[in-house]
C-alpha cells in the first residue's frame, strides 16, 4: 500500500487549526500511512467517522475535523462551499500532509468531488458516501420549503447545541447553505466537475430517504451516477448498501472501509501503468 510522501506525526494529535476568522477541532492519529481526510455530512461533526477509522485501522493516518460553527469548531462569516473547500487545504497544511484519500459523506462528498477535480496532482482518491448526486432537484418550491422547515426547526436548534448535535448557525443561515446544496448539485454545474476526476473515485450508495426528502426522490437522485460511471472510468460504484442515509456511517462502516482500501489499491496501479 502507498505510504505517505509527506512528513508525519508519530502520534496522535488534537488541537485548533486557526483559519481566516475562525479556527476548526482537527484530529490526526499520526503515522506513515495514505492521510484520509474526513469531510463530514453538512451539519455534523468528526464524530460520526469512529467507526470507519476503527474499521481501517493503524495502517491509514486518519485527520478527521469539524467544519465551521459545527462541534467544536469556532463562528465564522463564512459558510459557503468554497470556504469549505479551502479550508481542506488549510487543514492540510497545518498537519504537514499532503496526497490525501478524501471520504466525504453528505455535503462532504461534494467538497472531497471538487477538491479531487481541482487537484489530480495531489490527491490519492475519493470515496463518496452518499452525495455528490448530479440531479436538478432545487427549484423555487423547494426552496421555500427549505427554509419553511428550518425556520419550523429553529425554536428548539438552541436547546440541541450544547450537545454538539446541531451546529452554531442560526436557522437562515443552515437554510440558505442546503439550498446551496441544491445549486451545486445541478446537472450542469457538478457534471463537469465529477467527469474531470482523474484519480480513483469510489462510491458507497445508500437506499431509502434521507432527510427532507419525500417517496422516492432520493432513489431518483441516486440513479444520475449511471451516466457519470458510463462516462467516467476512473468512477465506479463500490458498493450499494442497505442502510438510508443518515445511518450509513452507523450501519455500513465496513461497506466504508473497503471501498476506502479499493481505492487505495486502484491508486497504486494507476501508479504504475503510467510509469
Known amino acids: 500500500m502507498t505510504k505517505n510522501s509527506t512528513s508525519s506525526t508519530d502520534s496522535n494529535w488534537t488541537g485548533m487549526v486557526p483559519v481566516d476568522d475562525t479556527a476548526l477541532a482537527v484530529t490526526d492519529t499520526g503515522g506513515p500511512g495514505i492521510p484520509v481526510v474526513y469531510l463530514n455530512g453538512q451539519f455534523a461533526t468528526q464524530g460520526y467517522w469512529r467507526r470507519v477509522i476503527a474499521e481501517l485501522g493503524p495502517d491509514y493516518r486518519h485527520i478527521t475535523y469539524d467544519e465551521r460553527a ?118 450542469r454545474e457538478l457534471c463537469p466537475v465529477l467527469d474531470n476526476i482523474t484519480v480513483p473515485t469510489r462510491y458507497v450508495v445508500a437506499s431509502g430517504t434521507s432527510f427532507g426528502s419525500r417517496g422516492n426522490e432520493q432513489e431518483r437522485i441516486r440513479t444520475s451516477l449511471d451516466a457519470v460511471t458510463a462516462r467516467n472510468p476512473n468512477i465506479r460504484i463500490s458498493a450499494k448498501v442497505a442502510s438510508n442515509h443518515g445511518a450509513i456511517l452507523r450501519k455500513d462502516f465496513r461497506a466504508i472501509a473497503a471501498a476506502v482500501r479499493e481505492t487505495a489499491v486502484a491508486h497504486d496501479k494507476q501508479r504504475s501503468s503510467s510509469r
Not at 158 to 166: A, I, Q, V
Not at 169 to 181: G, L, P, Y
Request: a positive charge; zero cysteines.
Open 70 to 187: 459545527r462541534g467544536k469548531s469556532q463562528r465564522s462569516a463564512d459558510y459557503s462551499f468554497e470556504t469549505a473547500i479551502r479550508d481542506v487545504d488549510a487543514v492540510l497544511t497545518a498537519r504537514g500532509a499532503d496526497r490525501p484519500l478524501l471520504v466525504g459523506w453528505s455535503y462532504g462528498a461534494f467538497v472531497g468531488a471538487h477538491w479531487a477535480s481541482r487537484n489530480p496532482d495531489r490527491a490519492v482518491g475519493a470515496v463518496l458516501v452518499d452525495g455528490a448526486f448530479p440531479y436538478d432537484w432545487l427549484d423555487e418550491a423547494m426552496e421555500q420549503r427549505i427554509r419553511k422547515l428550518f425556520k419550523r426547526l429553529s425554536w428548539f436548534m438552541p436547546l440541541l447545541r450544547p450537545t454538539g448535535l446541531t451546529p452554531r448557525m442560526t436557522a437562515a443561515q443552515q437554510a440558505e447553505s442546503n439550498i446551496e446544496v441544491g445549486r451545486i448539485s445541478r446537472e
